[in-house]
């Protein structure tokens, strides 16, 4: 990619925002729209400088923070640890897969409450919900991956004599691992949504709290401001996961081809 089509890759997004932000804070100005329905940027901008000065966000955003990678940890490793018996035990499958999906079609707002009465009002009832929400798109893909693998890499294992361990760690993990971390995006951002879900629900800490507080005081900017955070975050996370990918899986050529288009 050469130097004019890498910049008009940066630049354009960002003058289409400039434009936009602008375009929204004069609109704001000219037809006089109230503060509490739409902020100016400017006055969102006002409220995150004020929130971060006073270290008011800096404490939500580090409970938010734990729920969120100690959930994403938890869904993840026990996504993998299921996934791979469903995926090479058709018997383990009938017997447990239909749980797993009945519990994934329940709306996850549903079990907040429950979670909250089992566990109390702390940190540890989001974090499980933060599991439940990231489970399932690393399950499903642990399945397919462990599943879509070439025939001859089996038969070639089996023929060296090698046994179901040679087979899984040696074949089926290298050719699923794209899929796995696939999962794991989508899952990253699930966990976010998880955890501020069931901040909303009932908290002592967190950005989900912070914004239901501030919503009930009328504080648009403020909400606003929490909502650049977590899109900044939830970003970040996927950013982090999308470099993980690429640096581990690096014979995931699908991957490679992405970001280097990017570049």
Do not use: C
Request: aromatic residues 12%; without cysteine.
């Amino acid at each position: 990619m050469n130097v004019t089509s890498r910049w008009f890759r940066i630049g354009g997004p960002l003058l289409l925002f400039i434009a936009l932000i602008g375009a929204w804070e004069i609109a704001v100005h000219v037809f006089k729209v109230q503060q509490m329905i739409l902020p100016k940027p400017s006055d969102i901008l006002k409220s995150l400088s004020e929130g971060f000065r006073t270290g008011m966000f800096q404490k939500h955003i580090a409970v938010t923070a734990q729920e969120v990678v100690m959930g994403y940890v938890l869904g993840v490793s026990f996504g993998i640890l299921v996934g791979v018996p469903i995926a090479l035990s058709r018997t383990f499958e009938v017997m447990v897969y239909p749980y797993l999906l009945a519990l994934q079609t329940m709306p996850k707002i549903a079990l907040a409450p429950l979670m909250m009465i089992w566990v109390g009002f702390g940190i540890e009832s989001k974090i499980l919900i933060t599991m439940i929400v990231a489970i399932f798109p690393v399950l499903v893909n642990v399945i397919v991956g462990l599943r879509a693998v070439d025939s001859d890499r089996i038969a070639l294992i089996r023929s060296l004599k090698g046994g179901w361990r040679h087979e899984l760690i040696w074949v089926r993990l290298p050719s699923a691992a794209p899929y796995i971390f696939a999962g794991m995006k989508t899952a990253v951002v699930l966990a976010l949504l998880g955890a501020i879900a069931a901040e909303f629900v009932g908290a002592e800490a967190g950005l989900g709290y912070l914004m239901s507080q501030l919503m009930f005081k009328l504080d648009t900017p403020g909400v606003f401001a929490i909502l650049l955070i977590l899109s900044s975050f939830g970003v970040s996370l996927y950013l982090l996961a999308d470099w993980a990918h690429r640096k581990i899986v690096f014979w995931d050529a699908n991957a490679q081809d992405h970001w280097s288009n990017k570049q």
